[in-house]
């Protein structure tokens, strides 16, 4: 009798994620996928060619024995787990694989690889720290731009900078934070709203709209936004899934705007680890949950055959 494959998952458990992590487990257990849940690298210790994680329970997992290792947790995220994330990689298929996860990690990575697919992000600038008076003369040009960590989430750490006198305040601030250099994107007029399109293994999943609250210019939930129904047009369909494949994801989160000045569609950003719909969203007509489900499980099918 044939052995039964076995993935690990790390998945998140708040916002409804402990539900749709049964219903994974159930459904891959039905195709004779056995999973183990729990396994948080980030008290895995690794030791002569092997990485040990307990699981759930506490028993201790040869990660390198899965046939898949299934990570879906950006909110826990730390840099021991995403070192370990890489080493295991390399030996054992994941979903989304570290290169693709690493690179959508970073927005410069991101914007570059997407610009060279033909697909249309802000107009961005990347310089060394040493080189900030390139900042001034950006600004001058753009008139608007957007400071951007590379490896920031959520909204966090975004700066709008208006004006030289905004650049000057802003400088001493990131000098101290001892970057090595600085991302900037020119500011896009747009209505404040935009689309998060998710796609899972090159099928389109659902499409939301978020808005961003008040007079703040970010759509992102953590940084006030909210989620509103919106439906998607096969252009911006066409172009979440052309944004996915040129940066290798499995699974991603597409956020899209419209760009008012130059009358296109433009990618944000490419999120590797999209959430689900909460339950309070799936209350509000969010209803795409068991579709994405079903996609994750036949991928998982079809890279552990």
């Known amino acids: 009798m044939a052995k039964n494959r076995t993935i690990g998952i790390w998945m998140y458990q708040n916002g409804g994620g402990d539900i749709i992590e049964q219903k994974m487990v159930q459904k891959l257990k039905e195709r004779g996928i056995d999973c183990i849940t729990g396994l948080n690298l980030r008290n895995a210790i690794s030791k002569n060619g092997s990485i040990i994680c307990q699981d759930v329970n506490g028993k201790d997992i040869k990660m390198e024995t899965l046939d898949l290792m299934f990570s879906y947790n950006a909110g826990e995220q730390t840099q021991y787990q995403t070192y370990l994330y890489q080493a295991l990689n390399r030996i054992v298929p994941m979903i989304n694989s570290y290169e693709s996860f690493a690179l959508t990690e970073d927005k410069f990575h991101t914007s570059f690889v997407l610009r060279n697919a033909g697909i249309a992000t802000a107009d961005y600038k990347l310089c060394h720290r040493d080189d900030a008076h390139q900042l001034k003369k950006i600004i001058t040009k753009w008139d608007k731009m957007v400071y951007k960590p590379t490896d920031g989430w959520g909204g966090m750490g975004l700066t709008k900078i208006e004006n030289e006198d905004t650049l ?80 290798g994801v499995d699974i991603g989160g597409v956020d899209i705007i419209y760009d008012e000045e130059k009358e296109e569609y433009v990618v944000l950003e490419v999120n590797g680890i999209p959430a689900f719909a909460t339950p309070e969203q799936e209350g509000m007509g969010l209803k795409f949950n068991d579709r994405k489900i079903d996609l994750i499980v036949d991928l998982i099918d079809r890279k552990t055959k």
């Open 168 to 247: 000057d305040m802003l400088m001493p601030f990131l000098n101290q934070m001892d970057l090595r250099y600085f991302y900037v994107e020119k500011f896009i007029t747009y209505d404040n709203s935009d689309f998060r399109v998710d796609i899972v293994d090159g099928e389109f999943v659902s499409c939301y709209g978020r808005k961003a609250s008040g007079n703040d210019w970010r759509t992102n939930i953590t940084a006030g936004g909210s989620v509103f129904m919106r439906d998607a047009s096969e252009e911006i369909i066409d172009v979440a899934k052309r944004a996915c494949e040129a940066c």
